[in-house]
């Protein structure tokens, strides 16, 4: 066989056989990776490399380093999970590098970080002001994450006191013109009440380029025609005004009206619409 067949038929049958090994090693993001895992899988890319060239003159000699490199990662994987001991020695512990609004110098020394990388790492957090940060920490994959001071911390619905509706994972109903009917399903429409959607719009189903629908039932598209003007879904907002109006209505009447009984009728019903009004907002004003 000639040598560039060798090398393709091997090539194949290493890709194959590398994709088989990182799925056992489990799933890794990048991005998240400790510095050990990378060189783990740097070297495990290399043996692949040189195998796949024929470099190794014994395919026996590459497949048992290869094995080393894959199984002994996973094994210590494991040990890790059972032994928090075992974890820090392979994968490194995280380093408090501010404390109570006060840098640690010496954490700083300990991790090879200058004041202008600490800097530069809680802009990336949107911390601009060192004052700002009550808490900062790099994690075992070198990354920094902050807790800003309890003054400097967006306030949220909870703090205010306002009962907000829970969200859910909107799903996609359309893909690249297709109505995809399992999502739809699962929200409990079907193809008759994506199309009337899509009717009263003026949208053809081939126009659209993703369609999702979230879980309070509003249709968000996008067109493949990007100079047609869509209108922005506003059923919730617009029945909370109708209920606004109701109720100033309601009280209106009870304040022409000469009649004492139908005055107490309006009134009466102004106050339940009212009370309805404040069970819903947080369902239909976000």
């Known amino acids: 066989m000639q040598t560039w067949m060798q090398i393709l038929f091997s090539s194949i049958a290493l890709f194959f056989l590398l994709l088989v090994l990182i799925r056992l090693m489990g799933k890794r993001n990048i991005v998240h990776m400790t510095a050990f895992k990378f060189v783990n899988y740097m070297v495990i890319a290399v043996i692949i490399a040189i195998m796949s060239l024929n470099l190794i003159t014994d395919r026996a000699f590459g497949l048992i380093a290869l094995g080393v490199w894959v199984l002994l990662p996973i094994g210590l994987d494991y040990l890790s999970l059972k032994s928090k001991w075992i974890h820090d020695i392979i994968n490194g512990k995280e380093t408090i590098l501010i404390k109570h609004g006060k840098i640690m ?26 004052a700002d940060v009550e808490f900062a920490v790099m994690e075992d994959t070198g990354d920094i994450n902050i807790l800003m001071k309890s003054n400097k911390k967006p306030i949220s619905s909870y703090e205010l006191g306002i009962k907000v509706a829970p969200l859910a994972e909107p799903q996609t109903v359309i893909l690249d013109g297709n109505i995809l009917n399992e999502s739809l399903f699962s929200l409990g429409f079907n193809r008759e009440w994506l199309e009337i959607k899509l009717e ?29 003007q869509l209108p922005q879904p506003q059923v919730k907002e617009m029945l909370y005004a109708n ?16 009649n004492e009984t139908a005055k107490a009728m309006y009134l009466e019903h102004a106050k339940k619409l009212e009370q309805l009004m404040k069970k819903l907002k947080p369902y239909l004003l976000r």
């Not at 600490?118 to 802009?123: C, F, N």
Request: charged share 25%.
């Open 105 to 130: 110098e010496e954490n700083l020394l300990q991790t090879r970080l200058t004041a202008e990388e600490l800097l530069r790492d809680l802009r990336s957090k949107n911390a601009f002001n060192v």
């Open 200 to 228: 009263t719009i003026g949208v053809s189903v081939d126009n659209v380029f993703i369609g999702q629908v979230d879980s309070s039932g509003d249709l968000y598209l996008d067109l493949f025609d990007d100079s047609m």
């Open 243 to 258: 209920f606004e109006s109701s109720q100033a209505d309601l009280m209106s009447f009870a304040l022409e009206t000469t």
